[in-house]
């Protein structure tokens, strides 16, 4: 009598479970199905890769018509700190590490340094060195070692609204610093939310801004971290920056990425943005309005005559090193980010650093219509290469960045911005940080 | 129309009397049907206008195009009418994968909320009738493990399902689902309340097992409970986002929560990800619907269960 | 009946009366296997859910990962730093200020509705019982956006707002976004709170009622001697839940800083937040969890305290 009841219990608690087995294998093993089943001929290998970047699936089916034996899975991760992290996850329980992994320039060294990326010096990545901008080269290499291979570039650039310029009687776009100053106060000079640009605290644009003027704020050698916001390039980046902001001339109310800077780019208040080359291909969805106005420059220069760039941006894939099928991997890689599928990730809308594309002529002489069919890409490529040499981040620039709004935020709010105090302030915490995690900072 | 409530009703159940229903339509104000309050319509309505303006917004948004949604005013409709537009493309989007996590959704409620309930109905029925040992430790760490914050466990659970070979499969969103230790709980509370032991013991008496006077008695004097449990279980699992976030890897088993979450994170970070808000508000509003279906039969449910349990008893 | 007790969770509330009825140690065995049957399913589920997840929470608390060197047995010093980190104190003291302020207000709103809507004295009951409840089944994401347009000053509802009244009063400054977080929680569980009462309203006998009818009593007194008690053990509940609810926040200032600049909102905004933050981004998972116990004890014991102090009320009637 108690057996039966206990029985009757346990089914009516398995009787769901086994049915939901079933239907779920039904659904979802197909996949893992065709891979261990895979009997007679040629070894089928299951590619798994982490990939925010629309276009790399793009890429897929020419490589597995070149490759019938690799089956490539992409699978779009969300936010790059989600990415991270399950990526730590998945490397700290030992299971489900993806084979092909994005991360952004900064992130390499975070996951280079503690040996979690196999070294691609192995696959032979060397030569490929030449068909990569010399900057972003750079980015992917730690130590020495080559982690990544880049995938898509972010060349500062300024872009203006043209109609917005005229409006406050400037022909030209600044072309020197001094010049985006004297344009700031004309723009400024419309009132209402007119502004050259916005800036709530984005560490990204200040480090261009430093990057461009010779600052080389952090020192990476090994596990030896220096971090110094006194040289001569930070110094002049973050005065200049800083008078913009003292005299109002900055809208440090709108942020970038939120519904309200959608909106001011799209009514024209806003008159510049200088930020990375991808925001080429988002621009037009979020200023619907102001298609036709918008163009694209070269930074300002800090001196006339210069011509000198920084990067906002941009990322690259490595091959983890607990990843189950690296020759593989490193197969794929090379296809989308160097090889025969670059093409299609370039019509796909990807702005890579590839100098094969940057100065072909289909990628210069293109006319893009919503920037009033100016070549773009010249300017891009031209950003690209132009890019100053020898920047470094620290290994613990993800956690970095993500406390800066802590420190820069009740200046902003105050209305009251000591960027100097900012950083020093930001610099003593990176120290506290970086030692607590076995790194030698000072 | 018996204002007074019958004599039977008071003839010793512990749920109370039977609901009548009452003279719709009449004019003759009772218990069950008094006179309605202005001022209190009024209060009522005051507050349910907080609680609509935003979705009044949601529906108004899910109407423009992505062009109109960043220049037209939040309360103001749009140049054109794109609702239509805006649903087929929601189910067109990355080759129609909202259906799949609308499918996903179904899945993890359904079954999520089923057992959840039967298990807590299981438990409390064991809690409020039955003995064990270590009963007073078991509802303490039950109860107390409520105030744990979730993301702490998110890692630890992440690593140990990842050890069990679970993590990136359903079942890692249904499992911890299984367990709603607030409906525990309620159970707990309403078993002791609602289900005469008498009754039980007389069951026995008649030979009925433990289990069979469970489901044969005790349940069904549960209905209206189950259904406040099924109902909150319900809803907890269809925004669950946290841990389906960090279980799952592959967006073929995302729920809605996490997929919309991600539709919307590709305009919203900096990058060239697609800007989508038109998509995300239509979702939005398509991933509410259901759950304005599911209560609103649920309540029917909810109320015609408080009756049965009356009757039961 | 005893209301108070129905909620009580104290152990010394919690021996059931036949325990003492049934002293044969025999029958007393025999019952306990059934009972503990009954309890299996859950019980086993539960420590795979929360137990041992909690047990490697303790674990994990005790060491610190280091990108450069792994993970070193550390003991308590996670303990130590917490209970010196200014950060995690202040994120502390903003729940704290939010339970004491906001938790009132929704409550209070939640009683006199599920009152309102039980006394079936308002009309299009069923409507707004529904529509009520129903911003609890928003999704955060769609509820943060939707507000964010709510509150917004430059192309808001509230910068029109503002236009019209000629004020200026920005809603996510940083001394008022904790305001504007309270109005979307408010919105969100009110509902929520207001069903849980609204369900023991509806367990009240309805002879009592027309009892009380039959005595001549009026609405009010009606409403004092039978509802508001009736109701005291849902308030403990709904109260405990929404100190664990706040103290947990987390969703609403996770979501905040991408919508809108500078609203004060820190990475150590709420402790939640803080322990999220520590071991997504600074991969200090160890600290995290010793963040995550210490507020769970906190919390617990918060409960605790509203548990007793409901009790005593509960017997001083």
């Known amino acids: 009598m108690r057996l039966s009841q206990k029985a009757r219990l346990l089914s009516a608690v398995l009787v769901p479970m086994v049915a939901l087995v079933a239907c779920s294998g039904g659904s979802g093993g197909s996949g893992g199905g065709k891979a261990a089943g895979s009997g007679g001929g040629d070894e089928q290998v299951k590619l ?17 018509a070149a490759n019938p034996n690799i089956k490539v899975e992409v699978v779009n991760g969300g936010s790059s700190q989600d990415e991270y992290k399950a990526l730590d996850n998945a490397i700290q329980a030992g299971s489900g590490v993806p084979d092909l992994v994005m991360f952004e320039y900064f992130a390499v060294p975070y996951f280079a340094i503690p040996g979690k990326l196999a070294d691609l010096g192995e696959f032979g990545v060397e030569k490929f060195k030449n068909d990569y901008v010399p900057a972003a080269w750079a980015d992917v290499t730690v130590n020495g070692k080559v982690y990544a291979l880049p995938s898509d570039y972010g060349p500062s650039a300024m872009f203006y609204n043209s109609a917005t310029l005229k409006k406050a009687g400037i022909d030209k776009a600044p072309a020197t610093w001094d010049e985006y100053y004297e344009a700031a106060k004309k723009i400024r000079a419309l009132g209402g939310d007119h502004y050259i640009a916005q800036d709530t605290g984005d560490i990204f644009f200040l480090l261009s801004l430093i990057w461009q ?6 020192t990476v050698n090994g596990n030896k971290v220096h971090i110094d916001f006194t040289d001569e390039g930070t110094t002049r980046a973050v005065a200049f920056w800083q008078k913009m902001l003292d005299e109002g001339l900055i809208n440090t109310k709108i942020t970038g990425w939120s519904d309200d800077w959608n909106r001011t780019l799209n009514d024209g ?27 694209v420059a070269l930074m300002p220069q800090w001196k006339q005559g210069d011509k000198v760039g920084a990067e906002n941006g941009g990322s690259s894939f490595g091959i983890p090193a607990a990843a189950g099928h690296k020759d593989a991997a490193f197969k794929f890689l090379e296809y989308f980010a160097h090889g025969g599928g670059l093409s299609t990730r ?28 100016q070549k773009v890409g010249a300017v891009l490529a031209e950003a690209s290469e132009t890019v100053g040499s020898g920047w470094q981040y620290p290994p613990f620039f993800e956690w970095a960045r993500s406390i800066y709004g802590d420190i820069a935020s009740p200046f902003y709010t105050t209305g009251k911005v000591k960027l100097a105090e900012i950083l020093e302030q930001w610099k003593q915490r990176c120290i506290q940080y970086g030692n607590e995690q076995g790194f030698q900072v000072d | 129309m018996r204002p007074i409530s019958s004599p039977r009703a008071g003839a010793g159940n512990a749920s109370g009397a039977p609901i009548r229903r009452s003279g719709r339509g009449r004019r003759l104000y009772t218990v ?23 979705l009044v917004w949601l529906v108004i948004n899910a109407t423009k195009s992505q062009a109109d949604f960043v220049s037209s005013f939040g309360l103001a409709p749009g140049r054109d009418f794109a609702l239509w537009d805006n649903i087929v493309e929601v189910f067109r989007y990355q080759d129609g994968i909202f259906s799949r996590w609308l499918l996903n959704t179904l899945l993890y409620v359904v079954v999520g909320a089923t057992v959840s309930t039967f298990l807590a109905a299981l438990g409390g029925y064991a809690l409020a009738k039955l003995d064990f040992r270590g009963k007073r430790v078991f509802l303490f760490v039950v109860l107390g493990s409520i105030s744990v914050p979730g993301i702490a466990l998110a890692i630890p659970q992440f690593l140990l399902f990842a050890q069990l070979g679970l993590t990136n499969t359903p079942w890692a969103v249904l499992i911890p689902s299984f367990i709603n230790p607030f409906g525990l709980y309620l159970m707990w509370v309403f078993t002791a309340e609602a289900v005469p032991t008498g009754l039980l013991e007389a069951a026995k008496i008649d030979g009925a097992g433990e289990f069979r006077t469970f489901l044969r008695i005790a349940l069904p004097m549960l209905a209206p409970a189950s259904v406040t449990v099924l109902l909150f279980s319900f809803v907890s699992i269809w925004n669950n986002y946290f841990l389906p976030l960090i279980m799952l890897k592959d967006p073929a088993w995302y729920p809605l929560t996490v997929g919309i979450n991600q539709w919307n994170k590709l305009g919203s970070s900096a990058g060239n990800g697609a800007l989508v808000q038109n998509l995300v508000i239509t979702s939005a509003l398509l991933t509410i619907v259901p759950l304005i279906i599911a209560f609103l039969s649920l309540q029917r449910y909810w109320q015609s269960g408080l009756a049965l349990g009356a009757i039961k008893g | 009946m005893d209301l108070a007790r129905r909620f009580d969770v104290t152990p010394s509330a919690m021996a059931s009366p036949d325990e003492e009825r049934h002293p044969a140690p025999a029958g007393r ?9 009954f ?27 280091r990108l450069i060197g792994g993970t070193t047995f550390v003991g308590f010093a996670n303990y130590g730093k917490l209970f010196q980190d200014p950060q995690f104190w202040d994120g502390v003291g903003r729940v704290i200020r939010f339970t004491l302020v906001q938790v009132p207000i929704m409550l209070l709103f939640s009683m006199a509705l599920a009152l309102a809507l039980d006394s079936m004295r308002v009309h299009g009951t069923k409507f707004m019982r529904a529509t009520i409840f129903l911003p609890y089944a928003v999704p955060a994401i769609v509820s943060t956006l939707m507000w964010g347009f709510l509150l917004g000053v430059k192309y808001g509802l509230f910068g029109s707002l503002n236009d019209a009244l000629g004020t200026d009063i920005d809603p996510f400054a940083p001394g008022t976004t904790l305001i504007s977080i309270g109005l979307m929680v408010t919105w969100a569980f009110t509902g929520f709170n207001m069903l849980i009462f609204y369900a023991a309203l509806k367990a009240v006998p309805r002879e009592l009622y027309e009892a009380a009818a039959i005595d001549g009593a009026n609405e009010f007194q009606v409403v004092r001697a039978i509802k508001l008690p009736a109701l005291r053990g849902s308030l403990v509940v709904t109260i405990i839940f929404s100190i664990i609810g706040t103290f947990q926040m987390f969703n609403e200032p996770q979501i905040l800083p991408t919508m809108v600049a500078n609203s004060g909102v820190t990475t150590f905004y709420t ?10 981004t600074g991969s200090q998972q160890g600290y995290a969890a010793a963040l995550a116990l210490v507020m769970a004890a906190i919390t617990i014991a918060v409960a605790y305290a509203v548990q007793i102090r409901g009790l005593r009320n509960a017997s001083d009637q």
């Open chain 1, 346 to 373: 370039v019509d796909a809308g990807a702005f890579v650093p590839n100098t094969s594309v940057l100065e072909s002529e289909a990628f210069q002489g293109k006319a893009n219509k919503y920037f009033g069919d």
């Open chain 1, 213 to 218: 003027a010779g600052g080389r704020p952090f």
């Open chain 3, 29 to 37: 065995r025999r019952r306990s296997q059934i009972g503990l049957a």
């Open chain 1, 48 to 64: 798994t890769v982490w990939s925010w970047d629309g276009t790399v699936e793009k890429a897929v089916p020419g490589f597995q």
């Open chain 1, 269 to 295: 208040s806003l008159a510049t943005q200088t930020m990375g080359g991808w925001l080429t291909s988002t621009l037009p969805e979020r200023a619907p309005k102001a298609a036709g106005d918008f163009r």
């Open chain 3, 271 to 280: 402790p939640n937040l803080y322990a999220y933050n520590l071991a997504f």
């Open chain 2, 32 to 54: 069950e049907n008094p006179k309605k309050s202005t001022t209190l319509t009024v209060m009522t309505v005051l507050f349910t206008l907080y609680c609509l303006l935003p």
């Open chain 3, 39 to 65: 309890i299996a399913p859950f019980g086993a589920l539960f420590a795979l859910v929360f137990i041992v997840p909690i047990l490697y929470a303790a674990y994990l608390s005790l060491f610190q990962e």
